[in-house]
């Protein structure tokens, strides 16, 4: 079993900044990739940024040049460091961690953090 927790969301202005972190812990499976997604109220769920555990990234077209992804494999834990925030970066950022087993693919899932962009 896998458990992601997530810290670092909160309310923010216009403008500033955050630091997602999120803590993997158990049978952490490698290679794997692990991702930020968000889920704003009454949209679906959308990537946000992902990092493999050779150091690739990918990025939505939204938060590029914004957001960056980064990942400490020695600790399994991957920040998301949020800047130039918007409003429409309102939403409720959720932690995956998704790897392959003999061609089974297996995705966790954190809790979710709340990130509110408001002034």
């Known amino acids: 079993q896998v458990r992601l927790v997530e810290s670092g969301g909160g309310l923010v202005q216009p403008g500033g900044s955050l630091r997602l972190s999120c803590a993997a812990s158990?049978?952490?499976?490698?290679?794997?990739?692990m991702g930020w997604y968000r889920q704003a109220p009454g949209k679906e769920r959308e990537l946000v940024a992902a990092v493999s555990s050779g150091g690739s990234t990918n990025y939505a077209d939204p938060v590029k040049g914004r957001i960056t992804i980064s990942r400490d494999n020695t600790k399994n834990t991957v920040y998301l460091q949020l800047n130039s925030l918007k409003p429409g970066d309102t939403a409720v950022y959720y932690c995956n961690l998704g790897f392959k087993v003999l061609g089974r693919q297996y995705n966790y899932w954190g809790q979710g953090t709340q990130v509110v962009v408001s002034s």
């Open positions: 158990g049978s952490i499976i490698s290679p794997n990739a």
